[in-house]
Nanobody, 123 residues
Framework: VQLVESGGGLVQAGGSLRLSCAAS????????MGWYRQAPGKQRELVAD????????NYADSVKGRFTISRDNAKNTIYLQMNSLKPEDTAVYYC?????????????????WGQGTQVTVSS
């Protein structure tokens, strides 16, 4: 599975950006896709994710009400609409895909990552 992000950039506080992540390869095996971010000197953290089947979403508390994750399964693409951006949202945003395979005696889980896209919010 290969993931390619786009849509990052520089925006003023209060502005909006939309990130896209296109998956290719064995996309039919993907269970969950999401966005993580990593600011300088901080650990990578989950921003939001969405299940491929039911479209169930999950958000970090810090972005609830401001960010919206969505998917287009036909295009194997997820999006992150980011509104009311704050300087603390500045980070490299990474797309993630999770493939979970169930066997008779164990479960195999693999994570795939995009190259990351920089989001910078100026005050």
């Amino acid at each position: 599975v290969q993931l390619v992000e786009s849509g990052g950039g520089l925006v003023q506080a209060g502005g909006s950006l939309r990130l896209s992540c296109a998956a290719s390869g064995s996309t039919f095996t993907i269970n969950v896709m999401g966005w993580y971010r990593q600011a300088p000197g901080k650990q990578r953290e989950l921003v939001a994710d969405i299940t491929r089947g039911e479209g169930e979403t999950n958000y970090a508390d810090s972005v609830k009400g401001r960010f919206t994750i969505s998917r287009d399964n036909a295009k194997n693409t997820i999006y992150l609409q980011m509104n009311s951006l704050k300087p603390e949202d500045t980070a490299v945003y990474y797309c993630n895909a999770v493939i979970t395979r169930y066997y008779s005696d164990h479960v195999s889980k693999n994570d795939y990552w995009g190259q990351g896209t920089q989001v910078t919010v100026s005050s």
